[in-house]
Structure formats: structure tokens, C-alpha cells
């Protein structure tokens, strides 16, 4: 039972252009949303975050979109810098301190 | 300031065994989450301590359990291995209220099971 989904496992994107992630949910109950960056051999690390009373929240070069409607929720990048090549993980909770329930992943590699 | 460490990085076992990861959290920080994270797979909540006891518990059978001590530091166990148990064990530490963007992983424990 995947309650959080990525359905891209990875993604190639150039260098200065905008990368997309997206990530879909099932459950009804999850109100918060994050996005994870995991380098190899490293645990991840929080990159950005969103609660379900908004649809966007921007933080330098990245904003998450949420479409409640939809379930659905998208990571922008921009401009991509090759230092972003890493897994990314959509997360959600239900209330900001409970357990996560994490999707699948997507690499994003950033090319010269 | 050290993050979350973890301990040992990498451990083989055989099938049937016990095995105990362990777990020390950023400074500061008194609450500690296991993550499971198998092959091509997101994390997986294990569960959670904090005040030296289990708080949230994910969909894991009782063969995982867990101990927090009171300097916050943490052990995770699992009785009688299965294959399917290989993956990398992460832990996770946060401080007082246990905001998910307050969230520090460690490097994990690869463990692989034979």
C-alpha cells in the first residue's frame, strides 16, 4: 500500500534549467508535506516543506506546489546547479511532528 | 557539532540471528526515530522514542523493538533475521517539539542478512 508515490524514478536536467519532482498521495489525512535530498552514503536531509493550507511555498531556488484536489505535490528547481544531482524524496505526516510516510524517490541528475 | 551517529556502518548476519544498531542523536536533540530503508525503496518508519520510551510505532512486527537511554541515545533491535530484513537502518533525531523540518538523519546502518 503506497500511500506516497513518485512515479520517476530519475530525471536528467541541464544545467541552469528549471528541474520538476513530482510526488502524489492517496491519503486524505496527511496535512504536511516535504521534500528530503539524500546524497550517496549520507542520510536525508530536509530541503523544503509545505503545510495543506497553502498551495505554494518558495525558498530561494526551490518551491513546492500543492494541489490538494489532485493529491498531488511538485518540487521546482531553478536554475538546476550540478551540486542538486541527488534522490529526492516527497514525505508527508499527518501534523508536522508524526511519523513520516515517505515515497519511492527520484534521482535528478543535473548535467553540464 | 556532531549530527547523528550511527553505529556500525555496515553489519552481515546470517538468518536467525539478533542484531542490535545503535544510535547516538545531534546534540541537543531528545527524541529519536528508525527508519528502514530497503533496496530501491523510500524510508520506512519504524518507530519512535523519546523520555526513554516507545511513542509511535510503524506497521513492523515484534521482532524490531527498540531502548532510548536516558542520555537519549538509542538501540535498535531485531530478533531472529530474515532476509527481507536486509536494508539500510536510519535514524533520525529531533528536539523538543519534533518538527518534522527539524528532522537529522544519519548516515545508516547497511545491514545485510544471508
Known amino acids: 500500500d503506497q500511500q506516497v508515490k513518485q512515479n520517476s524514478p530519475s530525471l536528467s536536467v541541464q544545467e541552469g534549467r528549471i528541474s520538476i519532482l513530482n510526488c502524489d498521495y492517496t491519503n486524505s489525512m496527511f496535512d504536511y508535506f516535504l521534500w528530503y535530498k539524500k546524497y550517496p552514503a549520507e542520510g536525508p536531509t530536509f530541503l523544503i516543506s509545505?503545510?495543506?493550507?497553502?498551495d505554494k511555498n518558495e525558498d530561494g531556488r526551490f518551491t513546492v506546489f500543492l494541489n490538494k484536489s489532485a493529491k498531488h505535490l511538485s518540487l521546482h528547481i531553478v536554475p538546476s546547479q550540478p551540486g542538486d544531482s541527488a534522490v529526492y524524496f516527497c514525505a508527508a505526516c499527518t501534523g508536522t511532528a508524526s511519523k513520516l510516510t515517505f515515497g519511492t524517490g527520484t534521482r535528478l541528475q543535473v548535467t553540464l | 557539532d556532531a549530527g547523528v551517529t550511527q553505529s556500525p556502518t555496515h553489519l552481515i548476519k546470517t538468518r536467525g540471528q539478533q542484531v542490535t544498531l545503535r544510535c547516538s542523536p545531534k546534540?541537543?536533540?531528545?527524541?529519536v526515530s528508525w527508519y528502514q530503508q530497503a533496496l530501491g525503496q523510500g524510508p520506512q518508519f519504524i518507530f519512535q522514542?523519546?523520555?526513554?520510551?516507545?511513542?509511535q510505532r510503524g506497521n513492523f512486527p515484534d521482532r524490531f523493538s527498540g531502548h532510548q537511554f536516558p542520555n537519549y541515545s538509542s538501540e535498535l533491535n531485531v530478533n531472529a533475521l530474515l532476509l527481507g530484513d536486509s536494508a539500510l537502518y536510519l535514524c533520525?533525531?529531533?528536539?523538543?517539539?519534533?518538527?518534522?523540518?527539524?528532522?537529522?538523519f544519519g548516515s545508516g546502518t547497511q545491514l545485510s542478512v544471508l
Open positions: 509545505i503545510s495543506s493550507i497553502k
Open positions: 522514542y523519546y523520555e526513554e520510551e516507545e511513542r
Open positions: 533520525a533525531s529531533s528536539g523538543r517539539g519534533r518538527l518534522n523540518e527539524k528532522l537529522f
Open positions: 546534540s541537543g536533540h531528545d527524541t
